[in-house]
């Protein structure tokens, strides 16, 4: 039998996306952020929904661009201790040892030790309530070549990314493979 819970801002798995923006003075910034993910194939989108007392929310606005790397296993500290400060006083980079590199396809920074890297350009802003969510269009995806498959795509096995488990306040890993999509289920047909 299920129990009610009520409502919750939980959903199994959320990612650990960090939000790269520069300041109106050119000063990069780095924000951890899980609530977020694909929204839309064509064009290619992802969104991600930030707090307007955030100071990469305002970033974002007046930039109009942002990025998403994505850590893997190995970086789970610098991306907990990137969503425990604000980057208004603090330059979060170089206290978590983190390289920011300047996007050459939009006015934001990505983290350079972060094996996967979502470019994109701002193209919606929907207020939602407390939070504000940015759908951003994906103008490139740039990968280190340890990450890459055969078919020239990242894998997951290689990457090993970091789920956020809202419930729980614990990051995760990916798990392992139990199955090929659109094959598995064929038999159900």
Not at 51 to 62: G, L, N
Not at 127 to 151: C, M, P, R, Y
Not at 170 to 177: C, L, P, V
């Amino acid at each position: 039998m299920k129990k009610s819970i009520g409502a919750k801002t939980i959903l199994y798995p959320a990612p650990v996306l960090i939000v790269g923006t520069f300041d109106k003075g050119g000063r990069p910034n780095a924000m951890t952020a899980a609530w977020g993910g694909i929204c839309c194939s064509s064009p290619p989108c992802v969104t991600v929904s930030l707090r307007k007392a955030t100071y990469s929310y305002q970033c974002i606005v007046d930039s109009g661009a942002y990025t998403l790397s994505i850590p893997s296993e190995e970086h789970v500290a610098a991306a907990d201790y990137l969503g425990m400060v604000s980057g208004k006083n603090e330059d979060k980079f170089k206290t978590a040892g983190l390289t920011p590199v300047k996007s050459d396809r939009v006015n934001a920074p990505y983290v350079k030790e972060f094996p996967l890297v979502l470019e994109c350009k701002l193209i919606h802003t929907l207020e939602i309530g407390l939070h504000t969510q940015f759908v951003g269009e994906i103008l490139d995806i740039k990968a280190d070549e340890s990450i890459l498959g055969e078919n020239g795509l990242p894998g997951i096995d290689k990457l090993k990314p970091i789920i956020y488990a809202t419930a729980e306040k614990a990051y995760f890993s990916a798990g392992n493979k139990i199955g090929d999509a659109f094959s598995i289920g064929k038999h159900l047909k």
